[in-house]
């Protein structure tokens, strides 16, 4: 050993040189240092995250466990030491001689470097290191072999196919070196399972088995090649794969699942058999905690029998009975919503789906179309329980009083029996919980369970929102306090515009509703309250809730007719249930034909039997509003000639003829606005851009003066668009209105009403305001700009500076005030015209306050011209105006602002004899003194 460590020492000298030497020292420190030590702590990774991976079995196993997402960060620290130990192995050990590397042993450093990053899941990385390995090793087979197996595996798990299959067809056509046979048929059988060529892969999987030496992960592989026998229809092959799972001895949870698939495989000449094994297997108490997985597989036995009933009735027991909160309960949860679906129990679909969205991966096939679906009924339900609620209470009001009593007696009956599943259910699993945490801890004696509330346990450490006991939880605490809410921005609000649109009836309607509200109130208070209509379990909870009175009765018929209507919109336009539509929208034109709605469900009807090719049906709807309806929209849009060309063309068409208009309203060809305005009305009644096109014009109506008109424009897009992306804007010129504000106009953009300048509404036509010439008054230099465009108070600074330095004898005040959105920074106390543009000259002579001020609008203003400025003319008018009639006059060429603004007189009387005059200042004292105080705020 000695001798060893004395030879290692002596050929250190030799370090990155191509000797025998060289080569030799750095092969051994690098295997016996750096490397030794990085592949240790591979190695401790790749333990703890066979340890720590779980599989999901409802779906198709990957062949690497960190295929598994939320499998690659387990034994991250391990291989990033890995990581960091042959980055350096490989940076101090490098011998490189024209691009080929000469140290023996170093290849192993670059392929462990490429194992960890594909473990830690950075597979870019890892295709990024191999590539570069098989160029470096080009005319090695065998290094440059191992290294093309893993670039192909970690492109495969990118899900590059293209680049996997080029790097495989490559190999494919040289000679495979046969130490890298093992990690091809890995590779190979990894690609074809990936891209769904079951048969090809089998072979290569057999001997990936074969080769596989750790007993968790062969056990995997069996399990991975049950389910693809499975796949292809070969239920004996899958059988004896699963069988061979559990001869592998492995974790408890992959040999449950193996026992359960093999129920699966055989259920179909075998059901009764198999039903009853998984019967037993749920007896067993070592399953408490799969109980779920057991029902599942029992609901698909039945199901793949045509026994839906049954398996329904299998799903919902599992439902009941998981105690997991996994991915498996909610495949579960998600096969049970479809069935609902499919039968048209949508209140029961929603349950299922609702709950499901939480449990499963946002990255699974179906996931989409189950959030779709959730959506959609979660829109739907409300209608469609609302209309069957009301439909019960309504036979129960026609009903004899015994008839009543039994069938409320029958609900209180369920209710109890309900009550007592889940009663049942939940101690069932509390004691199973209380079971598996027991002999977890089982010999733990100094360990301490922390105890957590049942409100606040996340499942798994998930987060809350995937968290369905505390999603639930949540749920029935908001519809509570809320009631049922429709998931949208603003739920809180009652008016969802910006608008304050009181009339004097609904202030009527609303102070008297209060003052019913309160009376109510005040008779709650007086009243004792009786328990028992409080209690569900007593008829009197019931008998509460029925309409016997006219007046409930026309409450509930109008909850009726409102759910009807939308709920046969809803299955017609977002869920394609055109039967279950017609349904709705049948019953409610005949059982409430003086509905205000109606016109509408008749105009949907029609687009119903159209899409149906039910050309009389839907003449009949046609004429039923003609006769009915003639001058309704939905009448005359049906009824127009262009129809046909509309509902082919009409978008495109309309599309067209908005952008003319708003080209028009941009170019102040207001004629053109209102006629195309009008075309829209006729033509395109229901068009996307109705709201577009009344906004506009309103806004073509004030740049003609006519502030009404635009206000009555603008009002009836908040009234009949209220969901439109105008409407918030038009909301808020009204509001700015009834605020006090002035409204404005002028030529101007969409998004810049209040910039320009003010029209009073109604005002006198023969009042005019001009704007003065005179030179001879006070003027102000003012720069105009908007308040996000430039730093205000650092111009402020450098202004203010600009005037203290260079002004010794004028004292010239700075005001910032606001003109709508606009700010104005002032600059008075300019005796005439000649002082504020020689001002304004030398202020653009100053390099500093010419870039400060470049996105401002610079002006000379009189003090007179000042309020007529925005107010009867824009700021553009203005300029105008400054360019034609002041910009030519000539002014003085004496330097003005070196004179005071007054010279004053002292009185003689008032004189202190003994007290000698005070000299002026040097300019460069004047400049140290300190006389504006900006604080932190000003900045």
């Given at each position: 050993?000695v001798?060893?460590v004395a030879?290692?020492a002596?050929?250190g000298f030799?370090?990155?040189?191509n000797?025998a030497?060289s080569?030799?020292?750095?092969?051994?420190?690098?295997?016996?240092?750096?490397?030794?030590?990085?592949?240790?702590?591979?190695?401790d990774g790749?333990l703890?995250?066979?340890?720590?991976h779980k599989?999901n079995?409802?779906?198709?196993?990957?062949?690497?466990?960190?295929g598994?997402?939320?499998?690659?960060?387990i034994?991250?620290?391990?291989?990033?030491r890995?990581?960091e130990?042959m980055?350096?192995a490989?940076?101090?050990?490098?011998i490189?001689v024209?691009?080929?590397?000469?140290?023996p042993f170093l290849?192993?450093?670059?392929l462990?470097?490429g194992?960890a990053?594909?473990?830690m899941?950075?597979?870019?990385?890892?295709?990024?290191t191999?590539?570069?390995m098989?160029?470096?090793?080009?005319g090695?087979p065998?290094?440059?072999?191992?290294?093309r197996?893993w670039l192909?595996?970690?492109y495969?798990?990118?899900?590059w196919?293209y680049?996997?299959e080029d790097?495989?067809?490559n190999?494919?056509?040289?000679?495979?070196d046969?130490?890298?046979?093992?990690d091809?048929d890995y590779?190979y059988?990894?690609y074809?399972?990936?891209v769904?060529d079951y048969?090809?892969?089998v072979p290569?999987?057999?001997?990936?088995i074969?080769h596989?030496?750790r007993?968790?992960?062969?056990?995997?592989e069996w399990?991975?090649m049950?389910?693809i026998?499975?796949?292809?229809g070969?239920?004996q092959e899958a059988?004896?794969?699963?069988?061979r799972?559990?001869r592998?001895?492995?974790?408890?949870e992959?040999?449950?699942?193996?026992?359960i698939?093999q129920?699966e495989v055989l259920?179909?000449?075998n059901?009764?058999q198999?039903?009853g094994?998984?019967?037993?297997?749920?007896?067993?108490?070592n399953?408490?905690?799969?109980?779920d997985q057991?029902y599942?597989?029992?609901g698909?036995?039945y199901?793949?029998?045509?026994?839906?009933?049954?398996?329904?009735?299998?799903y919902?027991?599992?439902?009941?009975?998981?105690?997991?909160?996994g991915v498996?309960?909610?495949?579960?949860?998600?096969t049970l919503?479809n069935l609902?679906?499919e039968?048209e129990?949508f209140a029961?679909?929603?349950?299922?789906?609702g709950?499901?969205?939480g449990?499963?991966?946002?990255?699974?096939?179906?996931y989409?179309?189950?959030a779709?679906r959730?959506?959609?009924l979660?829109?739907?339900?409300?209608?469609?329980?609302?209309?069957?609620?009301?439909?019960?209470l309504l036979?129960?009001?026609k009903?004899?009083?015994k008839?009543r009593?039994?069938?409320?007696?029958?609900?209180?009956?369920e209710?109890?029996?309900?009550e007592?599943?889940?009663r049942d259910?939940e101690?069932?699993?509390?004691?199973?919980?209380?079971?598996t945490f027991?002999?977890s801890n089982f010999?733990?004696?100094?360990?301490?369970?922390?105890?957590q509330s049942?409100g606040?346990?996340?499942?798994?450490?998930?987060w809350?929102?995937?968290n369905?006991?505390?999603?639930?939880?949540?749920?029935t605490?908001?519809?509570?306090e809320?009631g049922?809410?429709?998931?949208?921005?603003?739920?809180?609000?009652s008016?969802?515009?910006?608008?304050?649109m009181?009339?004097?009836?609904?202030?009527?309607d609303?102070i008297?509703?209060?003052?019913?509200?309160?009376?109510?109130?005040?008779d709650?208070i007086?009243a004792?309250?009786?328990s028992?209509a409080?209690?569900p379990h007593n008829r009197a909870?019931?008998?509460?809730?029925?309409?016997?009175s006219?007046?409930?009765?026309?409450?509930?018929h109008?909850?009726?007719k409102?759910?009807?209507f939308?709920?046969?919109i809803?299955l017609?336009?977002?869920m394609?249930?055109?039967?279950?539509?017609?349904?709705?929208?049948?019953?409610?034109?005949?059982?409430?034909?003086d509905?205000?709605n109606?016109p509408?469900?008749w105009?949907h009807?029609w687009?119903?039997?159209?899409?149906?090719g039910?050309t009389t049906?839907?003449?009949?709807c046609?004429?039923?509003l003609?006769?009915?309806?003639?001058?309704?929209?939905?009448?005359?849009?049906?009824?127009?000639p262009?129809y046909?060309?509309?509902?082919?063309f009409g978008e495109?068409?309309?599309d067209?003829l908005?952008a003319a208009?708003?080209?028009?309203f941009k170019?102040?060809?207001f004629?053109v606005?209102?006629?195309?305005t009008q075309?829209s009305?006729?033509?395109f009644?229901?068009?996307?851009h109705?709201?577009k096109?009344?906004?506009?014009?309103?806004l073509s109506l004030l740049?003609?003066?006519?502030?009404?008109?635009?206000?009555?424009?603008?009002q009836?897009?908040?009234e009949?668009?209220?969901?439109?992306?105008?409407s918030?804007?038009a909301?808020?010129i009204?509001?700015?209105v009834?605020?006090?504000?002035?409204l404005?106009?002028?030529k101007?953009d969409?998004?810049d009403?209040?910039?320009?300048r003010?029209?009073?509404?109604?005002?006198?036509s023969?009042?005019?305001d001009?704007l003065s010439?005179?030179?001879?008054?006070?003027?102000?230099?003012m720069?105009?700009?908007?308040p996000d465009?430039i730093?205000?108070?650092?111009?402020?600074f450098?202004?203010?500076?600009y005037n203290?330095t260079?002004?010794?004898?004028?004292n010239?005040?700075?005001?910032?005030?606001?003109?709508g959105e606009?700010?104005r920074m002032?600059?008075?106390g300019f005796?005439?015209?000649d002082?504020?543009?020689q001002?304004?000259?030398m202020l653009?002579?100053?390099?500093t306050?010419?870039r400060y001020?470049a996105?401002t609008?610079?002006?000379i203003?009189?003090e007179?011209n000042?309020?007529l400025?925005?107010t009867?003319?824009t700021?553009?008018e203005y300029?105008q105006f400054y360019?034609?009639e002041?910009a030519p006059?000539?002014v003085s060429?004496?330097?003005?602002?070196?004179?005071?603004?007054?010279?004053d007189a002292?009185?003689?009387?008032?004189?202190l004899?003994?007290?000698p005059?005070?000299?002026?200042?040097p300019?460069?004292q004047k400049?140290?003194?300190?006389?504006l105080?900006?604080d932190d705020d000003?900045?």
């Open positions: 050993m001798l060893v030879l290692v002596t050929m030799a370090q990155n040189k000797t030497k080569r030799f020292w750095h092969a051994f420190n690098a295997r016996y240092n750096t490397y030794y030590n990085g592949h240790m702590a591979f190695l790749n703890e995250k066979e340890k720590g599989d079995f409802t779906e198709l196993l990957p062949l690497y466990p960190v598994n997402k939320l499998s690659r960060d034994g991250k620290s391990h291989y990033e890995t990581v130990k980055e350096k490989i940076q101090r050990h490098t490189k024209k691009g080929r590397e000469q140290n290849w192993k450093a670059w462990m470097l194992k990053q594909f473990q899941g950075q597979f870019e990385e890892a295709a990024a191999f590539s570069y098989a160029r470096l090793y080009l090695d065998a290094r440059s072999g191992l290294a197996a192909a595996k970690s495969t798990m990118l899900g196919r680049d996997a790097v495989i067809r190999m494919s056509r040289d000679s495979m046969f130490r890298a046979v093992k091809w590779t059988a990894n074809y399972i990936s769904g048969p090809k892969a290569y999987l057999r001997k990936a074969k596989e030496r007993k968790t992960q062969r056990a995997r399990y991975l049950g389910q026998q499975n796949l292809m070969n239920q059988y004896k794969a699963f069988a799972v559990i592998c001895s492995p974790p408890y992959l040999q449950f699942n193996a026992r698939a129920t259920a179909k000449n059901g009764k198999m039903i094994k998984l019967k037993r297997m749920a007896a067993n108490d399953n408490a905690e799969y109980l057991v599942y597989a029992i698909n036995i199901l793949a029998q045509g026994d839906t009933l049954q398996a329904i009735g299998a919902e027991k599992g439902n009941l009975k998981s105690t997991r909160n498996e309960k909610g495949v579960l949860l998600l919503g609902y679906w039968q129990k029961d679909a929603q349950r299922c789906y709950e499901a969205i449990l499963l991966d946002k990255d699974r096939k179906d989409d179309q189950l779709q959730s959506k959609v979660d829109e739907l339900v409300p209608y469609t329980e609302a209309v069957h609620l009301q439909d019960s036979q129960l009001a009903m004899s009083e008839e009593l039994q069938a409320i007696d029958r609900v209180i009956a209710l109890k029996k309900k007592k599943e889940a259910a101690l069932e699993n509390t004691a199973n919980t209380q079971q027991n002999q010999g733990s004696i100094n360990q301490r369970a922390v105890p049942a606040t346990q996340q499942a798994g450490g998930a809350y929102f995937y369905p006991t505390a999603v639930s939880q949540g749920k605490t908001f519809q509570r809320w049922r809410r429709e998931n949208i921005d603003n739920w809180r609000r008016n969802q515009t910006v608008v304050r009181p009339s004097g009836d609904a202030a009527n609303s008297t509703a209060s003052d019913e509200a309160a009376k109510a109130v005040g709650s007086v004792p309250i009786d028992t409080l209690d909870y019931y008998l509460a809730q029925i309409p016997f006219d007046e409930q009765q026309a409450a509930c109008d909850i009726i409102d759910g009807l939308h709920a046969g809803i017609k336009d977002k394609e249930r055109l039967n279950i539509s017609e349904r709705y929208l049948r019953r409610l034109t005949t059982d409430y034909p509905y205000e109606n509408e469900a105009y009807l687009l119903l039997y159209s899409r149906q039910r049906e839907a003449a009949e046609l004429a039923r003609k006769a009915d309806y003639p001058d309704n929209e939905y009448t005359l849009l049906i009824a127009d262009y046909a060309e509309n509902a082919r495109q068409i309309e067209s908005y208009t708003y080209d028009a170019h102040d060809e004629q606005v209102k006629h195309n075309l009305a006729t033509r009644a229901q068009g996307a109705c709201d096109f009344v906004f506009i014009s309103g740049n003609e003066g006519d502030g009404d008109g635009c206000l009555e424009q603008l009836q897009v908040v009949k668009y209220p969901d439109s992306e105008v918030p804007l909301g808020m009204i509001k700015g009834q605020d006090g504000r002035k404005r106009g002028g101007f969409i998004g009403v209040w910039t320009q003010d029209i009073v509404l109604k005002r006198d023969t009042t005019t001009t010439t005179d030179r001879g008054s006070h003027y102000l230099f720069l105009v700009y908007q465009s730093n205000q108070n650092q111009l402020l450098e202004l203010a500076r203290f260079n002004f010794l004898v004028r010239f005040e700075i005001q910032i005030d606001q003109d606009l700010n002032l600059v008075s005796l005439s015209y002082e504020a543009l001002y304004a000259r653009y002579d100053n390099e306050l010419r001020t996105r609008m610079r002006l203003v009189s007179q000042l309020p400025l925005g009867q003319y700021y553009d300029q360019e034609r002041l006059m000539q060429k004496d330097n003005l602002l070196i004179n005071p603004e007054a010279v002292p009185d003689i009387e008032d004189e004899p003994a007290k005059a005070e000299q002026p200042a300019a460069t400049k140290q003194q300190k006389v105080d900006f000003f900045w």
